[in-house]
């Protein structure tokens, strides 16, 4: 098994309302999502359980329980990763030949028809990963709530790395600006926080949009140094603040 990822790209899309995402596992995503979900059908993916669906010859993975469970699989090892959450499995059975041939689709080609958003099963996401952590294609209903996931994310880090301190929640301003960055390819340099006895920081940039994770990640020190943002998101005495390397952005 390969090492947790050492940084965190996240590209926004508030147009067709998706991510593009490198460095955060299924788990992870599960963990730190405030949306819960409770049920998903496996578009790709050689997973195999004992949810098989016969109106759709997929698997699915039903209830909160089977979906920690599946965190436990490797799910780097099944190559594509691509699900739907849906409400319940009475919609779900019966979605017409109309809205199963979008959903397949979108999950072969990797955009939609006419939505990623289907009103009878009330899906929230439609997820399409390669390679667990490497790449992830998020549709994302309601933007907002991968601010969550990004806030997340880093406070697990944060006491990850000092296991002695506890790390309260941002205030809303600093998450809604630090997920603002997203618009512009917000990495998130984990390989090197800096801890002491009052303070815990990390660097930011801002890199642009990347759909090729490869170009993305093996120029990553050219694109730390061509960054339009740069910065630290910094926790200390119980209070986070962003502090801007470039001044002109600091005053907009």
Not at 33 to 43: A, D, F, H, M, R
Not at 108 to 133: E, M, Q, R, S, V
């Amino acid at each position: 098994m390969r090492k947790l990822r050492d940084v965190f790209y996240v590209s926004a899309n508030f147009n067709e309302k998706f991510y593009i995402y490198y460095g955060m596992e299924f788990k992870e995503f599960i963990k730190y999502n405030s949306v819960k979900i409770e049920n998903i059908l496996i578009t790709d993916g050689n997973y195999i359980a004992n949810n098989f669906n016969r109106d759709w010859f997929l698997e699915t993975a039903n209830g909160y329980e089977n979906i920690m469970e599946l965190c436990k699989q490797d799910i780097y090892g099944l190559g594509n990763f691509h699900w739907i959450d849906y409400d319940h499995e009475t919609a779900l059975n019966n979605c017409s030949p109309q809205e199963k041939s979008e959903v397949l689709y979108l999950s072969h080609f990797g955009k939609p028809l006419k939505t990623a958003f289907f009103d009878k099963i009330d899906n929230k996401f439609f997820y399409l990963a390669h390679d667990d952590g490497w790449f992830c294609k998020l549709f994302c209903k309601e933007m907002l709530v991968f601010g969550d996931i990004i806030e997340n994310k880093i406070i697990d880090s944060f006491a990850i790395e000092n296991k002695k301190r506890k790390i309260y929640p941002m205030i809303e301003a600093i998450k809604n600006q630090i997920f603002n960055l997203t618009k512009e390819g917000l990495l998130i340099d984990f390989s090197n926080i800096y801890t002491d006895d009052e303070c815990i920081c990390v660097n930011f940039y801002t890199i642009g949009h990347y759909e090729n994770m490869d170009e993305m990640y093996n120029n990553l020190e050219r694109n730390k140094k061509r960054a339009s943002i740069k910065g630290t998101i910094e926790y200390e005495n119980k209070t986070w603040q962003i502090n801007f390397w470039n001044k002109a952005y600091e005053r907009k």
